[in-house]
Nanobody
């Protein structure tokens, strides 16, 4: 069992920044990657970024490259998503999720999910 808990969402103006945190606990030795995904109103969940749990290698979807940075702190078992130059289209609920099966990076299926944190970007 792996548990994830997000925090850090809020309301920010376009061009602003937020840092999301995902505290990971439980059987973390099972984890291959932890990802951030977003779900905008009325849309399906989308992959944003992922980090390799053991090696820290990071991956991004094209729309956030250069603006978002995913990282993980091995000591505290926290995964961060630093979001800069936010745009109104980034408005969504952001979820962190853990993959324990070694799926392809960018997949939308994960084994464990957090409850989500809402990000609203005003224009």
């Amino acid at each position: 069992q792996v548990r994830l808990a997000e925090s850090g969402g809020g309301l920010v103006q376009a061009g602003g920044s937020l840092r999301l945190s995902c505290v990971v606990s439980g059987h973390t030795n099972l984890i291959h990657t932890v990802a951030w995904l977003l779900q905008a109103p009325g849309k399906e969940r989308e992959y944003v970024a992922a980090v390799d749990w053991d090696f820290g290698t990071d991956y991004y979807t094209d729309s956030v490259k250069g603006r978002f940075t995913i990282s993980r702190d091995s000591a505290t078992r926290v995964v961060y998503l630093q979001m800069n130059n936010l745009k109104p289209e980034d408005t969504a609920v952001y979820y962190c999720a853990a993959d324990t099966l070694g799926r392809v990076i960018g997949a939308s299926e994960y084994d464990y999910w957090g409850q989500g944190t809402r990000v609203t970007v005003s224009s």
